[in-house]
């Protein structure tokens, strides 16, 4: 069987979740514009429940079982490889029916407790997708361990594409009985989405495994014994992974009630948590998004380099990664500090009243630095689980989410300050987190990080591209509409930003060459 390179899946993942967040965009932006900023409020009351409940059989699961098929394969037995993916669905299966059980039989409850009291239909649209996410976690942890990140990637684009087709289509045709209805036909699309990209994750490996035969052998160990040892190395990949989406659970419950009981009426107060959950939230994941798809790429390929004992290659990467992950984070947090109101006049003034369009620029403004720290946060993350060092994200996650919640009920709590506060303590608890796992990982690894090539140079870059685009913009004006002369300005700054990297010796000689080896490119 044939590996990708750690290269290779990287830019075959980073470009996956490129063309998601584009159809991801394409979707929300006129999904913001249907629905409107209540509807998005129900919308992104649903989902941080949802992402909770997913969390127990979603990505922690994908992890552990790439770490053990990824070990398995480096000890060339390929047949408890395999065995590892049935457990795994065997667990998941089970795990995710009974949350999906639960969520059905309180989802009226939990409704009532948001504050929106007729939403439970939507948790009855969305319950069944958490059994489809975990079997799909089983696949994807497989492949990802074996080193073959396509099939998580054309899972990931499919599932936008069919999320796009099948929850637009539903949302405009039911948007005629009310936002609410109109919520859960977007809300549907999920399900829909997650269910076909199992179908394809089922069909994906049929097919592996018919070209891929292992000889009959005598089971070593029973499926319920192995279902029990995937459970045990999960663990603290789900206390770490839960975290965040607890976070913006917490957030679905206090939020909405918070700006109430200072005197916001229900549907205002619905409206903003829509804009800092639908807008800005949106807006600050897609560059992070770009930073995960290293981090789910990074565990396997560093988990089999220490089970052959190559240290020296566990640094390499674990260096290059941060590196990578710093060269986008910086100017995307640039651009999202100087050009907010450019962004969103771009992408949601038709939707917006100007006081929904102002509100929105100033909570992307204040978000902006965030995306250095969920970045910064991520792969560290990835990169202690990667080493067995899980305890620390769980310890720094927990710390800063108590900083969190004390900061946002103050926060929120005063009038002149409102839903900004909900931005302000998220990026406080981000950068405390992201301190503290840094520290930790550069206590025990030994990383090869140059300030200069890390952080200066894709700053000088990252002010390159802006007076580009403030240059370019200016002597477009007149000859093209606004939003051309936006598009093309960012599009400018973005080719001066690539270019200043290599200018200023952001990367290496040796780095670049690996990269843009002939040979990974064509894997790619």
């Known amino acids: 069987m044939k590996r990708q390179s750690f290269f290779a899946g990287a830019v075959i993942l980073t470009v996956s979740s490129v063309i998601s967040k584009i159809i991801g965009a394409i979707y929300k932006i006129p999904l913001t514009h249907l629905l409107g900023p209540q509807g998005m409020g129900i919308y992104y009351i649903i989902f941080p429940v949802y992402a909770f409940l997913i969390t127990f059989v979603s990505t922690s699961y994908t992890l552990s079982v790439s770490r053990m098929v990824s070990s398995g394969v480096a000890k060339g037995d390929m047949y408890m490889a395999r065995k590892t993916l049935y457990a795994s669905l065997f667990l998941l299966t089970i795990i995710g ?56 990637a054309i899972s990931q684009v499919l599932e936008q594409v069919v999320k796009l087709s099948v929850g637009f289509t539903l949302a405009s045709i039911l948007m005629r009985h009310g936002s609410l209805r109109g919520t859960m036909g977007a809300i549907i699309g999920i399900t829909v989405a997650e269910a076909v990209s199992l179908v394809f994750f089922i069909i994906y490996f049929f097919i592996y495994r018919s070209r891929n035969p292992l000889p009959k052998r005598k089971e070593s160990e029973r499926l319920i014994s192995l279902s029990y040892t995937i459970f045990k190395n999960t663990f603290p990949f789900i206390l770490t992974s839960i975290i ?32 800092n959950g639908g807008v800005v939230s949106t807006l600050v994941n897609l560059p992070t998004t770009l930073s995960s798809s290293i981090c789910i790429t990074i565990i ?22 941060i590196k990578v992950t710093m060269a986008i984070a910086i100017p995307c947090s640039v651009v999202f500090l100087l050009f907010s109101p450019h962004i969103i006049s771009l992408l949601y003034s038709s939707g917006m009243t100007g006081a929904e369009s ?14 250095i720290y969920i970045s910064l946060l991520q792969i560290s993350t990835a990169l202690l689980q990667a080493i067995s060092l899980s305890y620390v994200p769980v310890i720094s996650l927990s710390l800063s989410l108590a900083v969190k919640i004390v900061l946002e009920v103050s926060l929120v709590s005063i009038a002149n300050i409102g839903i900004y506060g909900a931005v302000l303590s998220a990026g406080i608890s981000y950068a405390i987190s992201a301190i503290i796992c840094l520290a930790y990982l550069m206590r025990h690894m030994s990383l090869s990080i140059s ?13 390159a591209m802006c007076l580009v685009i403030f240059a370019t913009s200016h002597i477009l004006s007149g000859f093209m509409s606004h939003s051309l002369i936006i598009l093309s300005s960012l599009f400018t700054g973005g080719m001066v930003y690539v270019v200043m990297l290599l200018l200023t ?16 490119l064509k894997k790619a």
């Open 97 to 152: 029916f009974i949350l999906c059980s639960a969520l059905i039989l309180l989802s009226r409850m939990v409704a009532d407790l948001q504050g929106v009291e007729n939403a439970h239909i939507c948790y009855l649209a969305i319950a069944p997708a958490i059994i489809m996410v975990g079997m799909s976690s089983s696949f994807k942890g497989y492949f990802q361990g074996l080193q073959n990140m396509t099939p998580s």
């Open 244 to 275: 965040s989406p607890l976070s913006l659970m917490i957030d679905s419950f206090l939020i909405v009630n918070i700006l109430r009981n200072i005197g916001f009426d229900k549907y205002f107060a619905t409206a903003l948590l829509g804009l």
């Open 300 to 321: 396997p390929y560093i988990t089999y380099s220490l089970s052959k004992g190559d240290y020296p290659s566990v640094s390499e990467k674990a260096s290059l990664a």
């Open 358 to 371: 102002n509100i929105s620029i100033s909570l992307l403004t204040l978000a902006s630095f965030n995306v």
């Open 451 to 463: 300030p200069y090539r890390s952080i200066i140079a894709p700053l000088i870059s990252s002010i």
């Open 505 to 520: 010796r952001s990367f290496t000689k040796v780095e670049i060459q690996k990269v843009f080896r002939r040979k990974e």
